[in-house]
Nanobody
Framework: VQLQASGGGLVQAGGSLKLSCAVS??????VGWFRQAPGKEREFVAA????????YSTDLVKGRFTISRDNAQNTVYLQMNSLKPEDTAVYSC????????????????WGQGTQVTVSS
């Protein structure tokens, strides 16, 4: 399984970005997005299951970020609206047969990160 994240960039506060995670190999895994800001621990952002496409997200992004998947394209998206400077981080996608979607240790496969920078 390989994952390729893309779509990061520099945006002003209040703006939007859409991240993509292209998944090759077994595509029915749960896919999650995590982020890590400089000097901080990696944190869970959102996840979507492969079987039922159930969606999960941290309270920090609820109402602003939306996760979705296009099974035909084997791609998972993270639509990020109303971005804040505190959303600045490297965003990574991961996949696996996940028990607890918010715990990074459940994910077996990780893509490289994409930088998101939100200016104030």
């Amino acid at each position: 399984v390989q994952l390729q994240a893309s779509g990061g960039g520099l945006v002003q506060a209040g703006g939007s970005l859409k991240l993509s995670c292209a998944v090759s190999g077994r595509t029915f895994y749960t896919v999650g997005w995590f982020r890590q800001a400089p000097g901080k621990e990696r944190e869970f952002v959102a996840a979507i299951t492969g079987s039922s496409s159930s969606e999960y997200s941290t309270d920090l992004v609820k109402g602003r970020f939306t996760i979705s998947r296009d099974n035909a394209q084997n791609t998972v998206y993270l639509q990020m609206n109303s971005l804040k400077p505190e959303d600045t981080a490297v965003y990574s996608c991961a996949a696996g047969n996940v028990g607890t979607v918010s715990k990074a240790r459940w994910y077996d496969y990780w893509g490289q990160g994409t930088q998101v920078t939100v200016s104030s």
